[in-house]
């Protein structure tokens, strides 16, 4: 079974000089989702999704070509692609002459859906419409402003997690940009603004941000950092409905942002200004 420690995460490695696909390193989610108490019954659905911003290729007469790229990864894939990894694999192309931007989000398809376990949705944007591409903030109430005092920073402490029993039912969005979370492997720190959008009892805000900034010195994948959070609020807080959407700033050239919902939707894909 691949697991961290086996990935090239942290190790020095050679970069590729053509394209490789046994680059990438899948990574199985339900260690992580075991942790949590899950089985392959999820009480969620999603989507991990990536952009790629340092993405190039050769065509057919050796030009060198650059574009973005978006990957989709559902959340009922059996595995994720550990980062590192996908950073090697998709710069085994820079020499590569594939030929054309469909060409390449073909092949792009084809080995991140192999690697993942499931079909993963691959989006290249060329130059030409690099400027379309807006910067925007998650939407909802900042929670970073009020005025509490904090001394835990981990591990991720659901007892923070409380509801207004005596309120009524709400349906709002509340964002903060203090999420962060180190690297199970290397330490390193993931930084990464969240929205937490739901209908239920009035969550209380100033456990919210004291749980967020729990995960402050917690080691964990983006993709499980998420869960976890989708996860303790469902049980700690019962809210009608739940999603939990978090942008983490790029690295490598590369961005996760993972969506949970137990309601159907399809996240819209903005990006931050950290990012």
Known sequence: MNTPNLSPLGQPVAYASRYDAGLLFPIPRAQGRRELGLGEALPFDGVDIWNAYE??????????????????????????????SFKLYLNSFNQERVGDADALRAVLERDLSAAAGAAVEVAVTRPDRFAQIAVAELDGESIDALDVA?????????????VD?????VEE??????LKSNCPVTGQPDWASVRIRYGGRRIDRAGLLRYLV???????????CVERIHVDLMRRCAPDWLEVYARYTRRGGLDINPWRSNRPGRPPNARGARQ
């Open 173 to 178: 969005a509340l964002v903060s940009d203090l």
């Open 55 to 84: 993405l190039s290729w050769l065509d057919a007469r050796g030009k060198p070509q650059v574009a973005l790229a978006e990957f989709r990864v559902p959340a009922s894939s059996p595995a994720i692609v550990e980062s590192k």
């Open 214 to 224: 729990s995960f402050r010195e917690h080691a964990g994948f983006h993709e499980q």
């Open 150 to 162: 904090i001394d835990d920073y981990g591990p991720p402490n659901p007892d923070h997690l409380r």
């Open 165 to 169: 029993a005596a309120g009524s039912a």
